[in-house]
């Protein structure tokens, strides 16, 4: 397979680079500076540098032309204020569920977060942080009939090593999660069509990754 990640350079994107580049996968990562070149092919990963702040449409869909499957896992950041919530959280994940219907990339990946709602009251960047998200994840989810989608909410994230158990269901209540086992859940959830149409919450669990991944997909 041939999979595009945007936000290449993220926590969660190296990881999952390294992981299927390991098991043979051809990757590119979306990333916005080209200092960070380096650090993908390390990874085993093609850099394509664009900022998915300015692309348009095609610029985008150009880079996604050719692939098996698309992952979102950009993100403005902890830092970043409430305007980058709404141009990367929110617009750049829209900009690719559309670049991937234009492009004929079918599957999705979408990293979304735990409490994302399109509804979610209150103007403190959180706030903002958790509507544009789920702004986000409602557009994908309108694409249906052109995108085989999965959205995936991951508890909150750690830097502890994976332990490759984890809880992955619609509803798991909150906890933490090692990002070793986001990527490694991604990772399963490209192969996995059970899944397509499919919001899930990831926290860490006593299931293999692969037998979670599974159980949900129906397999």
Same mark, same amino acid.
């Given at each position: 397979?041939?999979?595009?990640?945007?936000?290449?350079?993220?926590?969660?994107?190296?990881?999952?680079?390294?992981?299927?580049?390991?098991?043979?996968?051809?990757?590119?990562?979306?990333?916005?500076?080209?200092?960070? *070149?380096? +650090?993908?092919?390390? #990874?085993?990963?093609?850099?394509?540098?664009?900022?998915?702040?300015?692309?348009?449409?095609?610029?985008?869909? *150009?880079?996604?032309?050719? @692939?098996?499957? #698309?992952?979102?896992?950009?993100?403005?950041?902890?830092?970043?204020? *409430?305007?980058?919530?709404?141009?990367?959280?929110?617009? @750049?994940?829209?900009?690719?569920?559309?670049? &991937?219907?234009?492009?004929?990339?079918?599957?999705?990946?979408?990293?979304?977060?735990?409490? &994302?709602?399109?509804?979610?009251?209150? +103007?403190?960047?959180?706030?903002?942080?958790?509507? @544009?998200?789920?702004?986000?994840? *409602?557009?994908?989810?309108?694409?249906?009939?052109?995108?085989?989608?999965?959205?995936?909410?991951?508890?909150?994230?750690?830097?502890?090593?994976? @332990?490759?158990?984890?809880?992955?269901? &619609?509803?798991?209540?909150?906890?933490?999660?090692?990002?070793?086992?986001?990527?490694?859940?991604?990772?399963?959830?490209? +192969?996995?069509?059970?899944?397509?149409?499919?919001?899930?919450?990831?926290?860490?669990?006593?299931?293999?990754?692969?037998? &979670?991944?599974?159980?949900?997909?129906?397999?």
């Amino acid at each position: 397979m041939r999979i595009v990640i945007a936000g290449g350079h993220g926590r969660i994107a190296l990881r999952l680079s390294r992981l299927l580049a390991a098991r043979g996968d051809e990757v590119a990562g979306i990333i916005r500076n080209p200092d960070h *070149a380096a +650090d993908l092919r390390e #990874a085993g990963a093609e850099p394509l540098v664009c900022d998915l702040e300015s692309a348009t449409l095609e610029e985008v869909a *150009a880079l996604l032309r050719g @692939a098996d499957a #698309a992952v979102f896992a950009a993100g403005a950041g902890p830092g970043s204020g *409430a305007d980058r919530k709404a141009t990367v959280d929110k617009g @750049a994940a829209v900009l690719l569920a559309d670049a &991937a219907v234009r492009a004929g990339v079918r599957r999705l990946l979408v990293v979304s977060s735990m409490a &994302a709602d399109p509804n979610h009251p209150g +103007d403190e960047v959180f706030d903002v942080y958790l509507r @544009a998200k789920g702004e986000a994840d *409602a557009h994908v989810r309108a694409l249906g009939e052109s995108l085989d989608w999965t959205i995936l909410r991951p508890g909150m994230l750690t830097e502890d090593a994976g @332990a490759g158990r984890v809880l992955l269901r &619609a509803s798991t209540g909150r906890g933490p999660v090692p990002r070793d086992d986001v990527a490694a859940v991604l990772a399963e959830l490209l +192969d996995s069509p059970g899944t397509v149409g499919l919001t899930l919450e990831l926290i860490s669990g006593s299931t293999p990754v692969q037998d &979670a991944v599974k159980m949900v997909s129906g397999e």
